[in-house]
């Protein structure tokens, strides 16, 4: 029995994780369209060095770069799933030791070193130049998706009451 119950809390927070990969995208999107700046293009640019470094052919020319447009955004979808597992796991460890804002918190930084390590690790992005603009196009995105992962968690966990 709490075998099941921890896949259910890993499955439901993965599930959760999903749907504020949503949010996030969204969010990122909608402050693309407002402020008229342009995608990133370090997910395409990290799936290019981490398929060197597995030696993964993807093809040439348009083919290559294809590849690195569809592959980029799921490493972002990985890291948005695997966040989500995380708080699912944490939920079955703490049970009720737990206080929302402190969550919120902690899944929003969590999201954001998951996303952005990386990248930093493969030497694609330096967090110590990004300035407050940077900072914060990164802030509110994760922010939300903590918001997201941690409601809809919430949501798959509450049992509905009996009339």
């Known amino acids: 029995m709490r075998n099941a119950t921890l896949a259910r809390h890993v499955v439901a927070g993965a599930a959760a994780g999903a ?3 949503t949010v996030l995208n969204t969010v990122t999107y909608l402050d693309m369209a407002l402020r008229g700046r342009p995608a990133s293009g370090l997910p395409e640019q990290a ?3 981490l398929a060197d470094r597995v030696h993964a052919d993807l093809g040439e020319g348009g083919t290559a770069d294809n590849r690195r447009q569809g592959l980029g955004p799921m490493l972002g979808i990985a890291a948005g799933v695997g966040v989500g597992a995380a708080y699912g796991l944490y939920r079955y460890a703490t049970a ?3 206080t929302r804002p402190l969550d919120v918190g902690a899944v929003a930084v969590l999201a954001s070193v998951a ?3 990386p990248l930093t690790a493969l030497r694609l992005t ?4 990004w300035g407050a603009t940077g900072w914060l196009s990164d802030a ?4 939300a998706y903590a918001l997201a ?3 809809t968690f ?3 966990r509450t049992r509905p009451r009996r009339r």
Do not use: F
């Open 96 to 98: 009720r030791r737990r």
């Open 126 to 129: 330096d967090p110590r130049t």
């Open 154 to 156: 919430d949501l798959t």
């Open 149 to 151: 992962t941690i409601a």
């Open 140 to 143: 509110v995105p994760h922010l």
């Open 115 to 117: 996303g952005n390590a």
């Open 19 to 21: 749907a504020g990969t």
């Open 47 to 49: 799936a290019g060095v």
